[in-house]
Nanobody, 114 residues
Framework: QVQLVESGGGLVQPGGSLRLSCVVS????????WGWYRQAPGKQRDLVAR???????IYADSVSGRFTISRDNAKNTVYLQMNSLKPEDTAVYYC????????WGQGTQVTVSS
């Protein structure tokens, strides 16, 4: 059974930073591309960043230059370093394969507010 467990969210002031983690179990982690997605209230879930097997990354325009996705195949974990956070980054953040194949985890709430 595949499990996706996100953590690291919280309340942060504009301009602050957070590092999200997603621990994956029940799947051969290293063979997949992985992505971070986010869903703000009343909006659809969108892809924020993705990383393929050999570290190639792609970012949504809204986060390019501020967010960095990375992976540790030995730990079955994908990370999202978020810097220079803005109020519009407020959302629940999820990880999944890219494209998404598995049931979504509980996500981690990120709130950017002064």
């Amino acid at each position: 059974q595949v499990q996706l467990v996100e953590s690291g969210g919280g309340l942060v002031q504009p301009g602050g930073s957070l590092r999200l983690s997603c621990v994956v179990s029940g799947v051969n982690f290293s063979i997949y591309a992985w992505g971070w997605y986010r869903q703000a209230p009343g909006k659809q879930r969108d892809l924020v960043a993705r990383i393929i097997r050999y570290e190639s990354t792609i970012y949504a325009d809204s986060v390019s230059g501020r967010f960095t996705i990375s992976r540790d195949n030995a730990k079955n974990t994908v990370y999202l370093q978020m810097n220079s956070l803005k109020p519009e980054d407020t959302a629940v953040y999820y990880c999944n394969t890219w494209p998404s194949r598995y049931s979504w985890g509980q996500g981690t709430q990120v709130t950017v507010s002064s």
